[in-house]
């Protein structure tokens, strides 16, 4: 008995209805990429395991698909190792190769390797697939496309503007105002300063992989996770500073404003009354402060204390866009010193990456999709016999030239067989011809079959149907 074909947990196919959707999302985005100055590169699917391993932290690391070595990859190992049961060390002597996990890494190995050909500050962007071994759910896939944008090469604030600038006009488009999202804001060294504010700063990458899971875990559980780590009743009192409870009842901040200006207040409170968060404060400041000159179209941008990112390389800013009911959408963050792991010391860039398969779930669930046209044959030329196929064959390839989507039922069918077939596929038009050899030529949802005599009769007829 032969067994049921399946796709790994995860990943998905897509049909030709749901491609044209995923590409008026990748044409949106690269439209605004192009606009932005960003040129576009692309890095293998795989990466050496030592490239990937390492520069996300502990959490990311258990995220790589790892690719077996070719042939018998367990002939090197020795008895002694196999022996141990220890995952890590016999992984080392069987896996060389790994997906990549993000196109962050990758970009990052691509810099140091190709630095003498680039021009600093450097802007790229990729639209890849990435890979994950996490739990799949809703919105959360195994195997997913990143549409990256990073400006790298330059420390200046100035490029984290022009990120959640170009944020704005990305989701302006595809949201049409009809879908309310919020760009958050933080920055790792204001967690940092209220880290080293009550003594842990050892502990603080465990401390930012937990506050990195509120939105999985909830605030008792990240309080939990942070006491099991050692803070004792620490947990409490840092979390809430972090999740702004103490500073948002300030008269300052509670004064009727806009959400800049009091975004600018939280801020400035912040950096007055915590030791060690100047600095990332400052920088924020600057940020919010661009924005409000500048304005935005339709992005509620806001400062949030609570967001981490739970990938180790970043050092600065970092961002994250969601709406209501989804995980993040898209996110990013400023990396001070990722190349250094390659050999190219004291790089810093900025970064942003869309999630296209969230985006097209928000989309799709709140039924923001235009209406695709041209995508499918435009033109059905119907097929009765030999005749119809001498006939239709020398037009069908005139209508292509033309710009027209256009295909010959191939074979000698019912009539009600190629109607059928034409409405599956969404076909406007219909071309047939009667016993006389007269053609005529109608839209598929009207009644009136309009007579042509000519190739030149039948583009003017559809060109201005």
């Not at 239709?392 to 109607?419: C, D, S, V």
């Not at 050899?437 to 007829?461: A, H, R």
Request: charged share 25%.
């Amino acid at each position: 008995m032969s067994q049921k074909p399946s796709i790994p947990k995860g990943t998905r196919d897509f049909s030709p209805i749901e491609m044209v959707r995923r590409n008026y999302i990748f044409d949106v985005i690269k439209k605004s990429f192009k606009k932005y100055g960003f040129q576009q590169i692309e890095t293998p699917a795989m990466e050496n395991l030592s490239t990937l391993v390492g520069t996300g932290g502990d959490e990311s690391d258990k995220l790589i698909f790892k690719i077996l070595n070719s042939g018998d990859y367990l002939a090197k190992v020795d008895k002694e190792t196999l022996s141990s049961q220890n995952s890590s060390l016999i992984t080392h002597h069987i896996s060389e190769k790994a997906l990549h996990y993000d196109l962050t890494v990758p970009f990052a190995r691509y810099v140091v390797q190709n630095q003498n050909d680039i021009t600093f500050p450097f802007r790229r962007f990729q639209i890849q697939p990435v890979w994950r071994a996490d739990k799949p759910q809703k919105g959360r896939y195994r195997e997913f496309y990143q549409c990256d944008a990073d400006i790298i090469g330059s420390d200046s604030l100035l490029n984290e503007v022009d990120l959640i600038k170009m944020i704005d006009d990305v989701f302006t488009e595809l949201f049409k105002g009809k879908l309310n999202y919020t760009v958050s804001i933080n920055n790792r060294k204001i967690l940092s300063g209220i880290v080293k504010y009550f003594g842990v700063e050892d502990k603080f990458e465990q401390i930012v992989v937990v506050i990195d899971k509120l939105d999985k875990i909830g605030e008792q559980g990240v309080i939990n996770e942070l006491e099991a780590i050692g803070l004792g009743d620490i947990a409490l009192k840092m979390l809430t500073l972090i999740y702004s409870k103490e500073f948002l009842e300030t008269e300052e901040i509670k004064k009727p404003q806009s959400q800049l200006d009091q975004t600018i207040g939280m801020l400035n409170w912040l950096s007055r009354n915590v030791n060690n968060t100047e600095e990332g404060a400052n920088e924020l400041l600057l940020v919010f402060e661009s924005l409000k000159k500048l304005g935005l179209k339709t992005a509620k941008v806001i400062f949030d204390p609570t967001l981490a990112r739970g990938l180790g390389y970043y050092t600065g800013t970092i961002i994250e866009v969601k709406v209501e009911n989804f995980p993040s959408i898209t996110g990013g963050g400023r990396y001070d010193d990722l190349t250094g792991k390659f050999g190219l010391k004291n790089v810093s860039g900025v970064g942003i990456s869309f999630g296209a398969d969230r985006i097209y779930d928000v989309l799709l669930d709140n039924n923001l999709y235009p209406e695709f046209k041209g995508d499918s044959t435009q033109v059905l030329f119907t097929n009765q016999g030999e005749a119809d196929e001498n006939r239709f064959l020398p037009m069908l390839f005139q209508l292509r030239e033309a710009g027209i989507n256009a295909e010959l039922y191939t074979e000698k069918a019912k009539w009600q067989k190629q109607m059928v077939f034409a409405e599956k596929k969404g076909v406007k038009f219909i071309v047939s011809a009667n016993e006389h050899g007269e053609m005529f030529v109608k839209e598929m949802k009207g009644t009136d079959k309009k007579p042509f005599s000519s190739i030149d009769e039948l583009l003017t007829i559809i060109q201005h149907s």
